[in-house]
């Protein structure tokens, strides 16, 4: 890991933001976060993260969004610039929110194809009830397929704020050059949203 930074972001929100007719919704923003932003398409993001040898994703869980970033020092801050792009400002295209659901709808089918991810999801369900624990992560087949992009957007601009998320870089990099590359991409991130106590 010498020469390697490292960014971890936790965001409070996941399925437990989700009203059940929207479950999935979490999942579905995850996984398109990186697939479009500020005017750049998905293929351009990749190929900007590729040229730099970083690698990014965003991932869903019952309780938080979360995304991570790993680059070599000198291509971090061109590396970070990208992710916060993916970060604050996602354009959700159509095209790709559609080829994702597409992706989740299959997982959900094999869930129950897998006898140790059926028990789990029906021990879920018994044990928490009408509590958003018992719903699947990737939600349901009828609430995904009724997701819109606005649906999307929506979730992101509500649960997706600086009040709910805790970031921590791990590498070598001063705490200066890293506040100053903060502070150049993350002032404008910002929320009318009230955060949750």
Request: proline share 6%.
């Amino acid at each position: 890991g010498r020469g390697i930074i490292a960014a971890s972001i936790l965001i409070r929100g996941g399925v437990l933001e989700e009203p059940p007719e929207k479950a999935g919704v979490a999942n579905l923003v995850a996984d398109t976060l990186i697939k479009g932003a500020a005017g750049h398409s998905a293929s351009e993001i990749a190929l900007a993260l590729d040229r730099l040898g970083a690698s990014a994703e965003f991932g869903a869980t019952a309780d938080y969004l979360d995304g991570s970033l790993v680059a070599l020092g000198p291509r971090f801050a061109d590396a970070w610039r990208i992710f916060a792009e993916a970060l604050t400002r996602p354009t959700f295209p159509m095209d790709q929110v559609e080829k994702e659901r597409q992706n989740t709808l299959s997982e959900i089918a094999a869930v129950d194809d897998h006898i140790s991810d059926a028990a789990g999801r029906e021990l879920n369900r018994r044990l928490y009830g009408p509590h958003p624990y018992a719903r699947l992560v990737l939600g349901e087949s009828s609430t995904v397929e009724s997701l819109t992009r606005e649906d999307l957007a929506a979730y992101h601009r509500r649960v997706c704020i600086p009040q709910h998320a805790v970031l921590s870089v791990v590498g070598p990099i001063r705490r200066e050059a890293l506040q100053a590359l903060l502070d150049s991409t993350l002032s404008a991130w910002m929320s009318t949203a009230p955060a949750r106590p």
